[in-house]
């Protein structure tokens, strides 16, 4: 089994990856998203590890973005705790640090800290990938915020850790296969539709899932690339596409949208 993940390891994408799949999982970092959606659609039991959205900064796009196109299924997920760390060269005091490289999200999620501290931040495409990137450099000024997995992985030092504005950062990551998961009798789904653009259009739509007594746990809109003002819509909902609710509810919404994207059926994940 080969599990890819975008970012280097010692990541939180990689930490999922051990999370869901176990330590013997064959891990494949990759550089962008998108390869690791191209991994999961062209390889041979392949598998992926996706970030969706973070407990306190929200949704990643591209993942979703990505999602409205791949001919993928979504087979799992797993929340992981986000603990970072300020890590620096081992000589490198906390003091000397003007400038922090990290992964965008990772930046925005240490907000606080790096402005009461007056520390630059420079977006990076990883959080460990930072860490290797810092490694490299000669000034004792630079750090990076990762995991603590990250600065043992690179042999660095953690200045401190449980920066992050948040006490209960968590990310929620997607598990991309070939298949939707069978039904575990704890299940959620995760479906993209359309709807046309008049009043009341989308009010019909998710009429068709609260009339069969579907929860829905996450709604989303992203807009429709090429076409301004049109947005798509990612729903949520508990239960599973072979649950005869949800399909009484998906055959509703078939009739009331312009178009209906089963992402994949899969196990609830326990926090």
Known sequence: MHVAFQGERGSYSHEACEGYFGAQAEV????????????????HNVFGVVPLENSYEGSI????????????KICGEIQVRVRHCLIGKPET????????YSHPQALAQC???????????????????????????RSRKVAAIASRRAAELYSMRIIEE????????????????????????????????GVEHRPGSLYRA???LSRSGINLTKIE????K?????????VDFHGHERDKACREALRDLRERSTFVKILGSYPTATS
């Open 111 to 137: 907000a606080r800290y790096l402005r009461t501290h007056k520390i630059e931040a420079v977006p990076t495409y990883d959080t460990a990938g930072s860490v290797k990137l810092i490694k490299g450099m």
């Open 226 to 234: 090429d076409t301004p003002w049109q947005y798509n819509f990612y």
């Open 221 to 224: 809109s992203r807009p429709v």
């Open 206 to 208: 998710l009429k068709a």
């Open 28 to 43: 494949k970092p990759l550089r962008t998203l998108r390869d690791v959606f191209h991994a999961v659609e062209s390889g």
């Open 162 to 193: 449980g920066i992050e504005d948040s006490g209960v950062n968590y990310t929620r990551f997607l598990i991309l296969g070939k298949r939707t998961a069978p039904r575990s009798g704890d299940d959620k789904t995760s479906i993209i539709f």
């Open 93 to 100: 005091k906390a003091s000397q640090i003007a400038t922090v």
């Open 61 to 72: 796009n591209e993942t979703y973005d990505l999602l409205a196109g791949t001919t993928s």
